[in-house]
């Protein structure tokens, strides 16, 4: 039943009628996030995990490492996957299945950001070259899916990794009761900001109810130091203004964000 | 050898710190989470609901649709393989027939009450942490039912019958171990799970039960008091 | 003699004790086991005479006839749409109940009730295994043009009307939204942005506080402190009852 999560012409007139006051429908201003929760160490099985909360919107995060053989094409490098499973507790609007489009997307989008940003160096995840390496796996699942899903579950990726701590590796085994005190070599932090546009206006941090109205949207990784290393547009067509718009405030929003590490 | 000490310290008949909260989900038309030890379980309900593919529909009562899972990164061990395997398939199952006996579907026919069971970390005893949670989540939702289920794993660590084995005990090396998965029903004491790996006696899995039949109070007052926390609190905003 | 182990408006859970013995009488959402009494439902309790009554707290909308709800179309199928009621079942609502205007076969119905559109719309039927059925003919019921929707609670429903009304007239004159409550938790609004930040979150206190006594001086204290006028006349348009207007086709408005 997914033609029924757009909104209709009306409630979307409805609703830009709000948005040209410089209101949303649940008081926020145009460019503000909701109440931003941060917590890490929430599952301690993981060797790292995170949960954040943008408002309604909640998602859990953990990584996972495991001694691998590498990947013939780069014998010297470790490897980071990054996974999301939309779980069906988490909205009705989920079902149960393998993955669809949506989380592949996040997954993706969350994956490019870490991996072209160079976030970690994967050549100091190896043990033995052609042999060992440490394969860290993320895994993003939602809890409760109240929209941007994708800004939420970034947040808590990068959160995870940073908590993470490697296991013990004595004798070519993995003790995963034991952790050390290393953390991943992770030096940047590249940060989605996802900006929606709907009618003539930008928004971010979109509930689930205004992204059913939502018609672009432009997510914007960045690092620290402003630089942008990656891209996912979807919707409608963007102009070349608007890209530049939604830079300037996707920019400005990561900066935002950044004081929650 | 002879087991006098739990690993952990805990009396014999003491389960592990137990804390539990309701309508945590807020998508869900109901929900809970269960913590026991180091194992915490979500549950959220999403129903009565329209049941598709109609062949599933049953004209004379609501159907319930249990689904168990493990988040990725829940386990003791390597990272779980998302998705169903043939371990979650059973619990998802198992925990259905755990459920059902207290439930009244009838005034909801041909549809479905669904519940969705997500382990955020399990140290032993995830399928009871996981009915716990799903029994209050069902509660919470409204449903008819006669009673809570309450769910708590009991069994043997060498010659000590024992209440809520976690993992070290699980994997105790030097005897005989014994893992009983229970679910009772308190007003009635009748039990809706039961299921047992390891090796014991007659006596001990007789004393086993009767152990769970024990502490089934405690856990019943948990989820009593936290599904009327989120009752009666006066400030709730949904 | 009879032991009654809860008291009157408190909170129940299902498997709960409220009452030992046989001079108490089992009454809705409780039922006997032996010789005691239990909650069957979470809810809170109501101890009249003899008699144990339960207010369920949570649940699903189940439709019942002549209720007026809100429903949202799903389907349009070629003799009429299908709506989704926020409940179990889903709804039929055929041409012929639709209007009375004439509607020749094979014409093209989203110009009237497109996918998407919430209507206010009356049930007319409803089946043992639950098929529903609607009827858009009538005073106010109609397609709900502008405005949005929120969702609450079925149950809390009552008290967000309050009596004859008065509680939903309070909100309306205070913010001068127009408010049309559906008997199955869908709400709509429509006014100034800001009006219905202050309807949503009033609702919600509603919601939050349904079973507390003086809940009414609660809402207009919050409407009051939000600076909206509790005595104030109407509004216009404000009170203005569910409109009689006759059936327009979408494009025509």
Redesign the interface.
């Known amino acids: 039943m997914n033609n029924n999560s757009k909104m209709n012409n009306d409630s979307k007139n409805h609703l830009i009628k709000s948005l040209e006051k410089g209101i949303r429908f649940d008081g926020r201003k145009l460019t503000d996030y909701r109440k931003v929760v941060v917590e890490t160490g929430v599952s301690k099985n993981a060797e790292g995990s995170a949960r954040v909360k943008f408002g309604d919107t909640e998602v859990v995060a953990g990584v996972k490492m495991m001694m691998e053989k590498p990947y013939p094409d780069t014998p010297e490098q470790g490897v980071i996957m990054v996974n999301a499973e939309f779980l069906p507790m988490a909205s009705p609007e989920f079902e149960s299945g393998p993955p669809g489009i949506d989380s592949i997307e996040l997954s993706r989008v969350v994956d490019r950001g870490i991996r072209e940003s160079k976030a970690i160096d994967l050549k100091k995840l190896c043990l033995k070259k052609g042999e060992k390496v440490w394969m860290v796996s993320i895994d993003i699942c939602t809890i409760n899916a109240d929209g941007n899903l994708l800004d939420a579950s970034a947040l808590a990726a990068l959160a995870a990794l940073q908590n993470a701590r490697f296991p013990e590796y004595v004798d070519d085994e993995v003790n995963y009761k034991k952790h050390t005190d290393e953390k991943l070599p992770m030096d940047k932090l590249p940060l989605p900001v996802t900006i929606h546009k709907i009618g003539n206006f930008f928004i971010v941090d979109p509930s689930r109810e205004e992204e059913h109205g939502v018609e672009a949207r432009l997510t914007i990784t960045s690092t620290e130091k402003g630089i942008i290393c990656a891209l996912q547009k979807g919707g409608a067509t963007l102009t070349n203004d608007e890209v530049a718009q939604m830079l300037e405030l996707a920019l400005e929003k990561s900066t935002e964000l950044r004081k929650y590490f | 050898m002879s087991y006098t000490k739990r690993i952990d310290g805990r009396k014999f008949n003491e389960t592990r710190p137990i804390s539990a909260k309701t309508g945590v989900i807020k998508n869900a038309d109901g929900s809970a989470s269960f913590t026991i030890g180091n194992t915490t379980a979500y549950a959220a309900v999403y129903g009565p609901r329209n049941l598709y593919p109609k062949f599933l529909q049953n004209p004379s009562t609501g159907i319930l649709r249990c689904n168990y899972n493990m988040m990725p990164f829940s386990g003791m061990g390597d990272r779980v393989r998302p998705g169903p395997s043939r371990r979650s398939k059973e619990i998802s199952m198992v925990t259905q027939k755990a459920l059902l006996p207290v439930l009244d579907l009838k005034d909801f026919p041909n549809a479905v009450v669904d519940v969705f069971i997500e382990l955020v970390e399990t140290d032993a005893g995830s399928r009871c942490a996981g009915i716990c949670a799903a029994s209050m989540a069902l509660a919470d939702a409204g449903v008819k039912m006669r009673d809570l289920v309450v769910a708590v794993s009991v069994g043997k660590v060498d010659d000590k019958v024992v209440v809520d084995l976690d993992y070290n005990e699980e994997a105790y090396k030097d005897g005989p171990v014994a893992d009983i998965p229970l679910a009772i029903i308190p007003s009635t004491g009748e039990i809706s799970l039961l299921q047992m790996d390891g090796e014991v006696t007659k006596e001990e899995l007789i004393e086993a039960l009767s152990e769970g039949q024990k502490i089934v109070a405690e856990l019943y007052e948990v989820q009593k008091n936290a599904l009327k926390e989120r009752y009666s609190s006066k400030t709730v905003q949904e | 003699m009879g032991k009654l182990m809860t008291q009157d408006k408190t909170?129940v859970?299902?498997?709960?004790?409220l009452a030992e013995g046989m001079d108490y009488l089992p009454g809705n959402?409780t039922?006997r086991?032996g010789d005691k009494i239990?909650a069957?439902?979470?809810g809170l309790i109501c101890v009249e005479g003899r008699a144990l009554k339960l207010i369920?707290?949570?649940?699903?909308y189940?439709p019942k006839r002549n209720d007026v709800i809100i429903a949202?179309v799903?389907d349009v199928a070629i003799s009429g749409w299908r709506f989704?009621t926020n409940?179990?079942?889903?709804a039929m609502l055929s041409v012929k109940d639709a209007t009375s205007e004439y509607i020749a076969r094979g014409s093209n119905l989203t110009q009237y009730f497109?996918?998407?559109?919430?209507v206010t719309t009356k049930i007319t039927n409803v089946t043992?295994?639950?098929l529903v059925d609607l009827t858009t003919k009538g005073p106010g019921l109609n397609k709900?043009?502008?405005?949005?929707?929120i969702k609450?609670?079925a149950?809390k429903v009552p008290r967000i009307i309050g009596k004859q009304g008065s509680m939903v007239s309070l909100i309306k004159n205070a913010t001068g939204c127009k408010i049309i409550v559906g008997q199955n938790g869908l709400i709509w609004i429509?006014g100034?942005?800001?009006s219905?930040?202050i309807v949503?979150e009033a609702i919600?206190?509603i919601?939050?506080?349904s079973h507390?006594r003086g809940l009414t001086d609660m809402v207009k204290e919050f409407l009051e402190k939000k600076g909206c006028k509790t005595d104030a006349p109407a509004e216009a348009g404000a009170t203005e009852k569910p409109s009689e207007k006759k059936f327009v086709k979408g494009e025509s408005q």
């Open positions: 909170i859970v299902p498997g709960e004790t959402g039922y086991l239990l069957g439902k979470v369920p707290l949570s649940g699903a189940a949202k799903i989704d409940s179990a079942y889903s497109d996918l998407g559109d919430y043992s295994q639950k709900l043009r502008g405005g949005r929707v609450v609670n149950y429509n100034e942005p800001e219905e930040i949503v919600k206190m919601q939050g506080n507390i």
